[in-house]
């Protein structure tokens, strides 16, 4: 699977837009970008997946790039509930084991 | 619905014993991941059973093993545990996809803390 690179953390506003960052310049043609976040003390929780498209659910939005080596995570209105760590993760369609690297500490203030 | 659930939540074990770690996956999914998360690191895989055949397996010695039934939960057995055993252990369940529909999103459950002293 590509290696992604993520910022170590990042802080944002309540009520505004938190734009998460990710690189997977290795990415190959069949490999799925996925987001997943950690809330402290919880296990991991899917939030979304894409291709090659951008993506929208009801959590967030995700943005690839044309060249897919670059991926953004947007939650629209971070709430202080939003606050956890992100992780970026690249995976081809066949893949059984999800690996993760350090994320992104997202801290959600008011 | 009922998610995914793990048992116990929290355990102590001292150094030499051995620990059975419990899942119950969440309705209608038939594959099952145990994952591995020491403190202030992300999740590493363990293993994966998919209809109680291991389908896949992490970097992790085989003192580390593992049970699927025919109602799809799960059990993690560590033997001879060591002191660096001590983290959380998470399952994970996911519905099986039809080839060319992309990987599984996977389902995690609260996960187990184990502590070796």
């Known amino acids: 699977d590509a290696k992604t690179t993520q910022p170590t953390s990042m802080d944002c506003a309540e009520g505004r837009a938190a734009n998460l960052p990710c690189n997977h310049s290795t990415i190959s043609g069949n490999e799925y970008v996925y987001w997943y976040r950690q809330i402290h003390s919880q296990g991991p929780q899917y939030i979304i997946h894409?291709?090659?498209n951008n993506e929208t659910n009801e959590m967030a939005s995700l943005i690839i790039t044309e060249d897919r080596k670059s991926s953004t995570l947007i939650l629209p209105h971070a709430t202080l509930r939003d606050t956890a760590v992100y992780y970026c993760?690249?995976?081809?369609?066949?893949?059984?084991?999800?690996?993760f690297g350090t994320g992104t500490r997202l801290q959600v203030t008011l | 619905e009922t998610g995914v659930t793990q048992s116990p939540t929290h355990l102590i074990k001292t150094r030499g014993q051995q620990v059975t770690l419990r899942c119950s996956s969440q309705?209608?999914?038939?594959?099952v991941s145990w994952y591995q998360q020491a403190l202030g690191q992300g999740p590493q895989f363990i293993f994966q059973?998919?209809?109680?055949?291991?389908?896949g397996r992490g970097n992790f010695p085989p003192r580390f093993s593992g049970l699927q039934f025919p109602n799809y939960s799960s059990e993690l057995n560590v033997n001879a545990l060591e002191l660096d055993d001590s983290a959380l252990y998470l399952c994970?369940?996911?519905?099986?996809?039809?080839?060319?529909?992309?990987?599984?999103?996977?389902?995690f459950g609260p996960g187990t803390r184990l502590t070796v002293l």
């Open positions: 894409g291709l090659k």
């Open positions: 993760i690249v995976l081809t369609g066949t893949a059984s084991k999800l690996t």
């Open positions: 309705s209608g999914h038939n594959t």
């Open positions: 994970a369940s996911s519905p099986r996809k039809g080839s060319g529909q992309g990987p599984n999103e996977q389902f």
């Open positions: 059973y998919y209809r109680e055949e291991e389908n």
